[in-house]
């Protein structure tokens, strides 16, 4: 167990919907990043936060945004939701900007219908 | 574009052998390479993550990376049938801040 922390489990969610994903970071990390994994692909970055700051962005449009709060836990939103976004997303918790030593929480299963 | 290729696999290896997992990259500025295990509807779990040219080894795993010629591979030594499992293997680069995932090999461990 890594003590990292995801919510919810599972979500289903109707195309156009928005949708709220949450994470708390492991004990004494400050950064989150925050992945999504499509069926049979590798994870896929799509931002980072460290100390409350966006610290870099992947290949996704605007309408994926997140937050991360004082206590260093993160949300993920995604807006007007499309039938692709249906994925695993996975946050991965560390300690400090850049990469190193990223340890993912158990995932968010989100199915758009 | 930064890319990281594996062998989808699946590789089959009889229990007590050794399995080798490959990885290559196309971006020479990456410098660090990390070794993820993932089973069926979990989430990666980091196993292994090796910084400079040469081999790094923790207990039956070990990771080697070959920077000349943009490779890096893990073999698990005494594999078990646990040991089944999709490895990921990811990069990142210099005054990068995500990591680079491959698309996984699958590996299974016959009885």
């Known amino acids: 167990e890594t003590g990292v922390t995801q919510s919810p489990t599972h979500l289903i969610k109707t195309r156009g919907q928005q949708v709220t994903l949450r994470c708390s970071s492991q004990s004494g990390h400050n950064t989150v990043s925050w992945y999504q994994q499509a069926l049979g692909q590798g994870p896929q970055f799509i931002f980072q936060?460290?100390?409350?700051?966006?610290?870099g962005r992947g290949n996704f449009p605007p309408r994926f945004s997140g937050l991360q709060f004082p206590n260093y836990s993160s949300e993920l939103n995604v807006n007007a939701l499309e039938l692709d976004d249906s994925a695993l997303y996975l946050c991965?918790?560390?300690f400090g900007q850049g990469y190193d030593e990223q340890y993912f929480g158990p995932g968010t299963r989100l199915t758009v219908t | 574009q930064k890319e990281v290729e594996q062998n989808s696999g699946p590789l089959s290896v009889p229990e007590g052998a050794i399995a080798s997992l490959n990885c290559t990259y196309s971006d020479r500025g990456s410098q660090s390479f990390f070794w993820y295990r993932q089973y069926s509807g979990k989430s990666p779990e980091l196993i292994m993550f090796i910084y400079s040219n040469g081999d790094k080894e923790d207990g039956r795993f070990t990771a080697q990376l070959n920077k000349a010629s943009q490779y890096v591979s893990l073999l698990i030594r005494d594999s078990q049938p646990s040991d089944s499992a999709t490895y990921l293997c990811a990069g990142g680069g210099a005054g990068s801040y995500q990591l680079t995932f491959g698309k996984g090999t699958k590996l299974s461990v016959i009885p």
């Open positions: 936060y460290y100390r409350e700051e966006e610290n």
């Open positions: 991965a918790s560390s």
